[in-house]
């Protein structure tokens, strides 16, 4: 999977083995993991689990999130984009797609998530042909649950997620 989605500000593209630095940046801080059941990663060797595994995810099923990259500093941002969840049960559903990001903390409050994740919601509609997409966030992740709402999904409902005892909240974007 080889592609490159651009914004007016962002370049998604697929994940690297050399975004290892960045996505241990991503994972390894507190702050980012606050509202993901406060799990912050402490090793590289983490870190690159997690990008293995999203690598793997393309040749596996197609699509996984993407790298987000500064258009003008080329710099690693964090990840956005579609990922077709079959690891989970999430409020009752065991094979869907959802919309998601993370940024490193010193991209936040810039709209990036939204203008990424818009992106991404054209992609899944437009190329993917999906019927719908879902997300989720912790309850008390205000930004992410304000961001969603700018990308165009609806809140559905509250839910408690047993496997990592969190409470979240439930969204949907219909393609129409």
């Known amino acids: 999977m080889t592609f490159n989605i651009e914004t007016e500000r962002l370049l998604l593209r697929e994940l690297r083995s050399s975004d290892l630095d960045g996505m241990f940046e991503l994972d390894s801080n507190p702050e ?3 509202y993901l059941g ?17 690598i793997n995810q393309y040749k596996e099923r197609g699509i996984g999130r993407w790298a987000v990259i500064n258009k003008d500093t080329n710099e690693f941002m964090g990840w956005s984009g579609i990922r077709l969840n079959t690891e ?3 409020n009752g559903f065991t094979k869907y797609y959802d919309v998601g990001y993370r940024l490193i903390e010193r991209f936040w409050g810039k709209g990036y998530a939204t203008e990424s994740g818009k992106a991404a919601v054209d992609y899944a509609f437009n190329v993917m042909k999906l019927p719908e997409l879902y997300a989720t ?4 992740n205000q930004a992410s649950h304000n961001a969603l709402l700018k990308l165009g ?8 997620f047993e496997q ?7 969204y949907k974007i219909e393609n129409k």
Do not use: C, Q
């Open 88 to 90: 989970y049960n999430m």
């Open 153 to 160: 999904l609806t809140y559905i409902e509250d839910f408690y």
């Open 137 to 140: 966030t912790e309850m008390g």
């Open 32 to 34: 980012v993991h606050r």
């Open 164 to 170: 990592e005892d969190l409470d979240l909240r439930w």
């Open 38 to 54: 406060n799990k912050p990663i402490k090793t590289k060797a983490e870190a690159k689990t997690i990008l293995d595994s999203v």
